[in-house]
């Protein structure tokens, strides 16, 4: 007698893809403050494909920098999972460099030292270290200044400064919150630029806070919108243009037309209540 | 018009000597100097022109010359007075950082601890004085103690503000990287404190001698509170005078010792 073969059935969460550096399911964080809960992240779900380039846009407030926290493992999320290489996140990842608006180097330590930083923290400094310390300093062209201080660097050197610091661990995933948003155009633009190229070698799985929709575009490989609260990612769209980018890229016709779409995405959702 | 562009020679840095010159003939070095020789002369003058006897108020030559003479038997009673300042100054500082450190560490021992040191500072200390004497004795030991229980609350507060002024972002950091509690304070709350714990420090050292002082005017052995205390009672105003000029210098001194080791503290620490 021959029997039908059943599949066996999918439990009912399937194990997180091992492609996926990053997922989120069914996030939500609600903060308990002294004026009531503030629901800071309503639902977010995404994946993020090892080695992507991911920007967050959205307006203020709306919980990115929250997001960001909770991956990192620094937050818990309320409901919901959080997954880094198909690992829950529970508590805070080593494996995760991170950058912020202010550099917030230690203006005790030389550049070099403040590199070493999240080295120092937790196990002591190996040769090795230092070589690669060394190495992003000059990947961040600020071998010259390993010696200085930070307050005898301009804005712009300390977040470079932040960027080798980010990296010293060579971690898996690089998470960064508007790191640009306190620098001046111009500035602004040369970073812009040095971390496209840093990018460019070593392909790190990345999440990229930013006010800037010029700057997500130009970096990332897809954008995720973030709505108002109470939010969730209202739009998810793929940046088509070849790497390694270009400062000429912004010329592309297409680049204008995803920069007014994203642009009117962001300023014409309606606000809930 | 005609365009030489010359490079700009860049300014030649004047030898030290010149700018020590120039620092002393500064406004701000002249002027407070020009106002205390007016002070001064004009306290001599009236002295002199209205006859004022001088067991009401020497004139300032007289306190001066009265210092020359008693000078070596002034700096006998000058050394209890600056070894117990500097012994009440240095247990308050241990004291007070501890303090701080156990009270931002531990929720427990802020709760149990912070109001009462709080609530400590709002009797007024000198009003104790007696009591320390009544449990220590008339020896240096008491008036160490009393000198390092009306300075120390300075240096706790002062810390305690250092060590929660750390950047948030910083500390976050800190979590990220898997770091220890110890570490933390180690290589970034307390460095991060250095600055505010000298500001208490400065404040601390005239709290220590303010202590010793009162100490001395109580248990009246030695010391120059003590001199002060005895010249009074023998109507010896020049010398009053005189014990006060030294006391004054001496603790100029110590707070120059403070500043000293601030400069050096923050060229290390500061931002
Ligand atoms: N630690 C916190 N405690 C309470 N509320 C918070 C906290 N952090 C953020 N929030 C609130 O959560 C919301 C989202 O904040 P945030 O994630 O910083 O937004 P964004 O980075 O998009 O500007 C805001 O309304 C903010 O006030
Ligand atoms: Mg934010």
């Known amino acids: ?73 620094l937050e818990p999320t309320t409901s919901g999972v959080i997954t ?33 930083f999240p080295v120092s923290m937790c196990r002591p400094i190996m040769p090795d270290d230092r070589k690669r310390a060394e190495h992003l300093l000059h990947m961040v062209d600020l071998w010259q200044f390993r010696d200085k201080r930070p307050r005898e660097l301009s804005g712009g050197m300390r977040q470079r400064v932040a960027l080798a610091r980010a990296l010293i661990n060579d971690p898996s995933i690089l998470l960064m919150d508007e790191p640009f948003s306190a620098l ?90 | 018009m005609t365009d030489t562009r010359e490079p700009p020679t860049p300014p030649a840095r004047r030898p030290l000597v010149l700018q020590l010159a120039a620092l002393l003939y ?55 007075t600056t070894l117990e300042t500097i012994a009440g100054f240095a247990i308050s500082a241990v004291l007070g950082i501890g303090l701080a450190v156990l009270v931002s560490a531990s929720r427990f021992a802020r709760e149990a601890l912070y109001p009462n040191i709080v609530f400590f500072q709002l009797i007024p200390k000198i009003a104790l004085a007696p009591l320390f004497i009544v449990w220590l004795g008339i020896g240096s030991s008491s008036r160490v103690t009393f000198s390092v229980f009306i300075s120390f609350f300075p240096v706790v507060v002062a810390t305690l503000t250092g060590l929660v002024s750390v950047d948030r972002e910083l500390l976050r950091l800190c979590r990220a990287v898997g770091a220890k509690g110890w570490k ?44 002060i205390l005895f010249a009074a009672s023998q109507a010896e105003m020049a010398l009053i005078f005189a014990s006060i000029v030294l006391l004054c210098v001496i603790g100029l001194a110590l707070y120059a010792l403070v500043v000293v080791a601030e400069a050096f503290a923050l060229k290390r620490y500061g931002a």
């Open chain 1, 1 to 73: 007698m021959s029997r039908v073969i059943v599949e066996p059935e999918l439990p009912f969460e399937p194990p997180a893809n091992e492609f996926h550096a990053i997922t989120a399911r069914a996030v939500q964080k609600v903060y308990w403050t002294a004026s009531g809960p503030v629901e800071a992240v309503a639902e977010a779900n995404f994946e993020i494909d090892s080695g992507d380039f991911v920007a967050v846009l959205g307006p203020s407030g709306c919980g990115k920098s929250t997001l960001m926290l909770m991956v990192a493992g």
């Open chain 1, 84 to 116: 880094l290489d198909g690992q829950p996140v529970t508590g805070p990842q080593t494996t995760a460099g991170m950058m912020f608006q202010d550099p917030t180097l230690l203006p005790w330590r030389s550049v070099l030292d403040n590199v070493l």
């Open chain 1, 184 to 273: 001046d155009a111009i500035t602004r633009d040369e970073m812009g630029l040095a971390l496209a190229s840093i990018w460019d070698s070593t392909h790190k799985t990345a999440i990229f806070i930013t006010h800037s929709i010029r700057e997500a575009i130009f970096l990332s490989d897809r954008v995720l919108v973030m709505g108002r609260r109470p939010s969730t990612i209202i739009e998810d769209i793929r940046v088509p243009f070849p790497r390694p980018r270009k400062p000429s890229v912004e010329a592309d016709p297409a680049f204008n037309e995803l920069y007014l779409y994203l642009k009117a995405s962001i300023v014409h959702k309606p606000v809930v209540q």
């Open chain 2, 26 to 80: 500064s406004r701000a070095v002249v002027l407070p100097l020009v106002t205390a020789a007016a002070v001064i002369a004009a306290w001599e003058a009236v002295v002199r022109i209205r006859h004022i006897p001088d067991v009401l108020l020497p004139a300032p030559s007289a306190v001066a010359m009265r210092l020359a003479e008693t000078l070596p038997f002034l700096l006998q009673h000058a050394v209890p």
């Open chain 2, 184 to 227: 933390i304070y180690t290589q970034v709350r307390f460095p991060a404190a250095v600055p505010h714990i000298f500001s208490g420090l400065k404040i601390a050292i005239t709290f220590a001698m303010i202590g010793v002082i009162v100490g001395e005017f109580i248990t009246a052995q030695a010391g120059l509170g003590y001199m």
